[in-house]
């Protein structure tokens, strides 16, 4: 699967990374003194993920958690996301992570620990109010969680912590890891979504929604806490239709495991705009013409993109899911 | 014109004889027909003394790097050749810039400023790169600043750990040198053209017209772009009908404009939108040249409501 794993020497010997090291396969394996000695020291081109990836096993130094964006989220309380790995197996045409870092390499933080006792830190600081960690802005939260088996580390803290929620964000199938321990009220488990030709087209390597609905059914009739992503939406002929498909599977389920859903129109920074062109020049995401918007990300013109927005949210709204638990991402 | 480019003289014999290049007026550059020969000399600043030179007096559209190379990877044959995939470079420390060459390619290579004479550095190097060569990154850096299509392919003469016997890979050379024209031959020349699949235009349209024509037909099928232009009578016609077949709403969104532009049109003004339907201010005009003009105009903004715009800003696209 990998080219190299390279693992910081420090932590080379601990139980962590050599049960990760056991459970992956690599054709070689080196030892360097730190992670960004190399990673992201030259300009690696995202493609080159398919035939040529390395893994980086290191311990993450610095901020360990920062505070999201604005128009992140529900809209109620703090939000803050934490990172314990960078990028990802998937390789959705649209992802921002072609233009963020440099390489496609991907990175394993292994000291959860750190992360957890910084969340601690924040909890006393902001004593009254709601915290929500995020978990998947860099990296898919689950995909690759049954090697790097951090989710008990984050459970326990948040059994602990029970006014302060945990969001997993994931376009992955493998919960083998969230069920092997009882759901609690403040993890979240979100799943992001697409139409089905959308997915096929633009979700290269991620599992098929046939495969995601079948897991959010699963976690849902275990009364798991859900949230799902519907973004980004890439307008094609048909989409409204296809939606309301997945719409219709997803009433049936037990709609009180939903905790909120969030719908979102497919957007770039200029930078990731270019990567996208020049990664997947006939892709059908270019047919559309994008212009640059409030925040000078690249949209769809406002009316086109509300249009779309609109029509989901009334789809949404017409199979019984509720209106506060709907929110538009990033508008 | 193409630019082959080697290292050495010993690494170009046999091209210099199979095409018969004649020296030009520097010692180091050679001319065959449409194709020159520049023997750049060893290490990343000698690859490129010439170069600009080059670009600058010769109408040269390709650039083709060959010669021979160290692995750093143990899964390499000797006397294998490999098209580069992207280039990477060493100055005293990874230097950030890359350059892609192959994407079908699986091989990457990095410059080095210095011959690798220990296990150490070539570990270093490994950690970036599957062989190393002296002079590529430069060359790529120049090419690409001029927009000249680079390729590299290199023969591996040897495993770059600090036991380079430079004898042994010597009296290699001249096989090296055939094996290299040999690839040349059979991959970059006699190269057949790409079909024309471009559309004839049987209406007169500008140059920027035929542009815009060209890159919306590249997002349809042949066909559907074909049976639009066809039925199309004029330029603008077409653009609009493939600009609606590739996105409907757009047509909406331009219906919903015309209809709240309607009122303003028929008394002679005009209510302009954002360029990019992003802002939601509206701009009116009007030419006054009588009474009646004024009062056309207050009776027409009396009636106007700012909550079309709103509503048209908010996706409400129904006319």
Same mark, same amino acid.
């Given at each position: 699967? $990998?080219?190299?794993?390279?693992?910081?020497?420090?932590i080379?010997?601990t139980?962590?990374?050599?049960?990760?090291?056991?459970?992956?396969?690599?054709?070689n394996?080196?030892?360097?003194?730190?992670?960004?000695?190399?990673?992201?020291?030259?300009?690696?081109?995202?493609?080159?993920k398919?035939?040529?990836?390395?893994?980086?096993?290191?311990?993450?130094?610095?901020?360990?958690?920062?505070?999201?964006?604005?128009?992140?989220?529900?809209?109620?309380?703090k939000?803050?996301?934490?990172?314990?790995?960078?990028?990802?197996?998937?390789?959705?045409?649209?992802?921002?992570?072609?233009?963020?870092?440099?390489t496609?390499d991907?990175?394993?933080?292994?000291n959860?620990e750190?992360?957890?006792? #910084?969340m601690?830190?924040?909890i #006393?600081?902001y004593?009254?109010?709601?915290?929500?960690?995020?978990a998947?802005?860099?990296?898919?939260?689950?995909?690759?969680?049954?090697?790097?088996?951090?989710?008990?580390?984050y459970? +326990?803290?948040?059994?602990?912590?029970?006014?302060?929620?945990?969001?997993?964000?994931?376009?992955?199938?493998?919960?083998?890891?969230?069920?092997?321990?009882?759901?609690?009220?403040?993890?979240?488990?979100?799943?992001?979504?697409a139409s089905?030709s959308?997915?096929?087209?633009?979700?290269?390597?991620?599992?098929?929604?046939?495969h995601?609905?079948?897991?959010?059914?699963?976690?849902?009739?275990?009364?798991?806490?859900?949230?799902?992503h519907?973004?980004?939406?890439i307008?094609?002929?048909?989409?409204?239709?296809?939606?309301?498909?997945? $719409?219709?599977?997803?009433?049936?389920?037990p709609?009180?495991?939903? #905790?909120?859903?969030?719908?979102?129109?497919?957007r770039?920074?200029?930078?990731?705009?270019?990567?996208?062109?020049?990664?997947?020049?006939?892709?059908?995401?270019?047919?559309?013409?994008?212009?640059?918007? $409030?925040?000078?990300?690249?949209r769809?013109?406002?009316?086109?993109?509300m249009?779309?927005?609109?029509?989901?949210?009334?789809?949404?709204l017409?199979?019984g899911?509720?209106d506060e638990k709907?929110?538009?991402?990033?508008? | 014109?193409?630019?082959?480019t080697?290292?050495?003289?010993?690494?170009?014999?046999?091209?210099?004889?199979?095409f018969?290049?004649?020296?030009?007026?520097f010692?180091?550059?050679f001319?065959?027909?449409?194709?020159?020969?520049?023997?750049?000399?060893?290490?990343?600043?000698?690859?490129?003394?010439?170069?600009?030179?080059?670009?600058?007096?010769?109408?040269?559209?390709?650039?083709?790097?060959?010669?021979?190379?160290?692995?750093?990877a143990?899964?390499?044959?000797i006397?294998?050749?490999?098209?580069?995939?992207?280039?990477?470079?060493?100055?005293?420390?990874?230097?950030?810039?890359? $350059?892609?060459?192959?994407?079908?390619?699986?091989?990457?290579?990095?410059?080095?400023e210095?011959?690798?004479?220990?296990?150490?550095?070539?570990?270093?190097?490994?950690?970036?790169?599957h062989?190393?060569?002296r002079?590529?990154?430069?060359?790529?850096?120049?090419?690409n600043?001029?927009?000249?299509?680079?390729?590299?392919?290199?023969?591996?003469?040897?495993?770059?750990?600090?036991?380079i016997?430079?004898?042994?890979?010597?009296?290699?050379?001249?096989?090296f040198?055939?094996?290299?024209?040999?690839y040349?031959?059979?991959n970059?020349?006699?190269?057949?053209p790409?079909?024309n699949?471009?559309?004839?235009?049987?209406?007169?349209a500008s140059f920027?017209?035929?542009?815009?024509?060209?890159?919306?037909?590249?997002?349809?099928?042949?066909e559907?772009a074909?049976?639009?232009?066809?039925?199309?009578?004029?330029?603008?016609?077409?653009?609009?009908?493939?600009?609606?077949?590739?996105?409907?709403?757009?047509?909406?969104?331009?219906?919903?404009?015309?209809?709240?532009q309607?009122?303003?049109?028929?008394?002679?003004?005009?209510?302009?939108?954002?360029?990019?339907?992003e802002?939601?201010?509206v701009?009116?005009?009007?030419?006054?040249?009588?009474?009646?003009n004024?009062?056309?105009l207050?009776?027409?903004?009396?009636?106007?409501?700012?909550?079309?715009? +709103?509503?048209f800003?908010?996706?409400?696209?129904?006319?």
């Amino acid at each position: 699967m $990998f080219s190299t794993v390279f693992v910081e020497q420090d932590i080379y010997q601990t139980q962590r990374v050599q049960s990760i090291l056991a459970k992956i396969k690599y054709k070689n394996i080196k030892t360097l003194s730190r992670y960004d000695d190399v990673w992201g020291k030259v300009k690696k081109p995202y493609l080159q993920k398919r035939e040529n990836l390395n893994l980086f096993i290191a311990n993450k130094r610095g901020n360990l958690i920062k505070e999201t964006p604005d128009a992140y989220g529900t809209g109620r309380g703090k939000h803050f996301y934490f990172i314990h790995s960078y990028n990802c197996i998937y390789e959705c045409e649209y992802c921002y992570l072609q233009g963020y870092f440099n390489t496609p390499d991907i990175v394993f933080f292994v000291n959860h620990e750190d992360i957890v006792k #910084q969340m601690g830190e924040l909890i #006393q600081k902001y004593p009254n109010e709601e915290l929500w960690f995020h978990a998947g802005e860099f990296s898919d939260s689950l995909n690759l969680s049954h090697i790097t088996q951090e989710y008990k580390i984050y459970y +326990d803290f948040f059994k602990n912590n029970p006014n302060c929620f945990l969001e997993l964000r994931s376009k992955s199938v493998n919960i083998k890891e969230v069920i092997e321990l009882p759901p609690l009220d403040n993890i979240i488990i979100s799943f992001s979504l697409a139409s089905d030709s959308s997915a096929k087209e633009f979700d290269r390597k991620c599992p098929s929604i046939k495969h995601r609905l079948n897991a959010i059914e699963k976690l849902a009739y275990k009364n798991y806490k859900l949230g799902l992503h519907f973004d980004p939406i890439i307008y094609h002929e048909g989409f409204l239709e296809e939606y309301e498909t997945i $719409f219709e599977q997803l009433s049936h389920l037990p709609l009180e495991t939903i #905790q909120y859903i969030s719908i979102g129109v497919v957007r770039f920074t200029k930078d990731v705009y270019h990567q996208v062109a020049n990664n997947y020049p006939d892709s059908n995401i270019h047919k559309l013409d994008f212009t640059k918007s $409030f925040d000078n990300k690249l949209r769809y013109n406002r009316p086109m993109r509300m249009w779309v927005l609109n029509r989901i949210k009334n789809s949404l709204l017409l199979k019984g899911f509720q209106d506060e638990k709907i929110y538009l991402c990033m508008e | 014109m193409e630019l082959l480019t080697c290292a050495h003289f010993k690494e170009a014999e046999s091209f210099i004889e199979a095409f018969s290049f004649k020296r030009e007026n520097f010692n180091n550059l050679f001319k065959s027909g449409n194709r020159l020969l520049l023997i750049t000399g060893e290490g990343p600043f000698e690859s490129i003394t010439l170069l600009p030179y080059l670009i600058a007096q010769y109408d040269i559209s390709k650039i083709i790097n060959f010669g021979i190379v160290g692995a750093l990877a143990k899964d390499f044959k000797i006397g294998e050749i490999v098209n580069v995939r992207t280039i990477y470079f060493y100055l005293s420390k990874p230097y950030f810039q890359s $350059f892609t060459l192959d994407n079908e390619s699986k091989v990457d290579c990095i410059t080095s400023e210095d011959r690798v004479l220990e296990t150490e550095y070539a570990t270093k190097l490994s950690n970036f790169a599957h062989i190393v060569d002296r002079e590529l990154w430069p060359m790529a850096k120049i090419a690409n600043a001029h927009k000249i299509e680079l390729s590299s392919f290199k023969l591996i003469s040897d495993f770059a750990n600090g036991e380079i016997n430079c004898f042994d890979i010597q009296s290699m050379a001249s096989d090296f040198s055939q094996k290299l024209l040999t690839y040349y031959k059979n991959n970059f020349t006699n190269q057949t053209p790409e079909p024309n699949n471009e559309h004839v235009l049987k209406f007169k349209a500008s140059f920027s017209q035929k542009k815009r024509i060209e890159k919306l037909s590249n997002k349809l099928s042949y066909e559907q772009a074909h049976q639009i232009i066809n039925q199309s009578k004029n330029a603008n016609e077409c653009i609009k009908s493939l600009e609606y077949k590739i996105n409907p709403i757009e047509e909406k969104i331009e219906n919903k404009i015309k209809f709240i532009q309607g009122p303003f049109e028929k008394i002679g003004a005009n209510i302009y939108f954002d360029q990019k339907k992003e802002n939601k201010n509206v701009k009116v005009t009007m030419n006054i040249n009588s009474q009646k003009n004024i009062e056309n105009l207050i009776n027409v903004l009396s009636d106007f409501r700012y909550e079309q715009i +709103d509503d048209f800003y908010n996706g409400n696209l129904d006319v």
